[in-house]
């Protein structure tokens, strides 16, 4: 991520830097979740994450949540999204917002007459777009990115 970012709502925006390229060890055999193969404990490839997860890098952003709205959904705070702009948006997607000038990351529900935001929380409700509403989708969210190392206490 670089130093360009904005902060509003329950999302800080990052700018993506593709520009160069980080080769990391791969495991390409693949990693089980079940019982491991003593065979498959060499690590011979190497792949580039920005490869893997920007497909467009000009309209690509990163975008760290706030917020536990999207928890249901394995979305928690601090993760950071990869957000593709360029994609056009569809019902179903998850999708960063804009409304009123705030980012939000909900589940896009678009039905004949309206359009719903939906949180994948129980504790909050869906926010339906109205029509004075300041509102676009700003993006779609491709990749998750979180961390899975738990701080001690």
Not at 47 to 68: C, K, W
């Given at each position: 991520?670089?130093?360009?970012?904005?902060?509003?709502?329950?999302?800080?925006?990052?700018?993506?830097?593709?520009?160069?390229?980080?080769?990391?060890?791969?495991?390409?055999?693949?990693?089980?979740a079940?019982?491991?193969?003593?065979?498959?404990?060499?690590?011979?490839?190497?792949i580039?994450?920005?490869?893997?997860?920007?497909?467009?890098?000009?309209?690509?952003?990163?975008?760290?949540?706030?917020?536990?709205?999207?928890?249901?959904?394995?979305?928690?705070?601090?993760?950071?999204?990869?957000?593709?702009?360029?994609?056009?948006?569809?019902?179903?997607?998850?999708?960063?917002?804009?409304?009123?000038?705030?980012?939000?990351?909900?589940?896009?529900?678009?039905?004949?007459?309206r359009?719903?935001?939906?949180?994948?929380?129980?504790?909050?409700?869906?926010?339906?777009?109205?029509?004075?509403?300041?509102?676009?989708?700003w993006?779609?969210v491709?990749?998750?990115?979180?961390?899975?190392?738990?701080?001690?206490?």
């Amino acid at each position: 991520m670089t130093d360009s970012h904005q902060n509003t709502g329950d999302l800080t925006i990052y700018a993506v830097d593709a520009s160069s390229s980080l080769r990391l060890p791969y495991a390409d055999g693949g990693i089980k979740a079940g019982f491991p193969s003593p065979a498959q404990d060499r690590i011979n490839e190497s792949i580039d994450l920005n490869s893997e997860i920007v497909s467009h890098p000009a309209s690509t952003f990163y975008g760290r949540v706030t917020g536990d709205s999207m928890i249901e959904e394995g979305i928690d705070d601090g993760d950071i999204l990869v957000i593709d702009r360029s994609l056009e948006p569809m019902s179903g997607d998850l999708a960063v917002c804009c409304i009123d000038g705030e980012f939000t990351v909900k589940r896009l529900k678009v039905e004949r007459h309206r359009i719903l935001l939906l949180p994948s929380n129980h504790r909050y409700q869906p926010i339906e777009v109205k029509e004075d509403d300041d509102f676009t989708v700003w993006g779609i969210v491709t990749h998750t990115i979180k961390k899975n190392r738990r701080r001690r206490q």
